[in-house]
C-alpha cells in the first residue's frame, strides 16, 4: 500500500525558501511519476511540477525558475526547494504519484495523494 506523507512547510516572509519533503512508503514503481500540487483556498488544485522516474523535470510556469523538484531514491523521498517564494505561493502543498508510464499536469492524472503540508508566505 502506498503511503506519502508530506512535511516541511510553514510560514515565511516574501522571499524566503523552505524545502518541501514527501516521504513515499510502499512506492516502488520506477517508471512512475512523481509531481508536486497546491491548492489555495477558493481556487482549484494546481500543477506545481512534476519529475519521472529518469529525472526529467517541469513546471508551472508561475514557478519556474524559483522551485527544484529532486527525489532521493534509495531514501524513496520526493523534495521541493521553493526559493524567492511570493505571496501568491500560499496554499496547501500536496505531493503525487502515479504507477503509469510518463507524467501528468493534472490531478487525475495521479493514484496516490499525501494529505497536504501548509506553506503561508506573508509580507
Known amino acids: 500500500q502506498v503511503q506519502l506523507v508530506e512535511s516541511g512547510g510553514g510560514s515565511v516572509q516574501g522571499g524566503g525558501s523552505l524545502r518541501l519533503s514527501c516521504g513515499a512508503s510502499g512506492y516502488t514503481n520506477r517508471r512512475g511519476c512523481m509531481a508536486w500540487f497546491r491548492q489555495a483556498p477558493g481556487k482549484e488544485r494546481e500543477w506545481v511540477g512534476f519529475?519521472?522516474?529518469?529525472?526529467?523535470?517541469n513546471y508551472a510556469d508561475s514557478v519556474k525558475g524559483r522551485f527544484t523538484i529532486s527525489q532521493d531514491n534509495a531514501k524513496n523521498t520526493l523534495y521541493l526547494q521553493m526559493n524567492s517564494l511570493e505571496l501568491e505561493d500560499t496554499a496547501m502543498y500536496y505531493c503525487a504519484a502515479r504507477n503509469i508510464p510518463g507524467c501528468s499536469p493534472r490531478p487525475s492524472g495521479y493514484s496516490y495523494w499525501g494529505q497536504g503540508t501548509q506553506v503561508t508566505v506573508s509580507s
Open positions: 519529475i519521472s522516474s529518469d529525472g526529467w523535470s
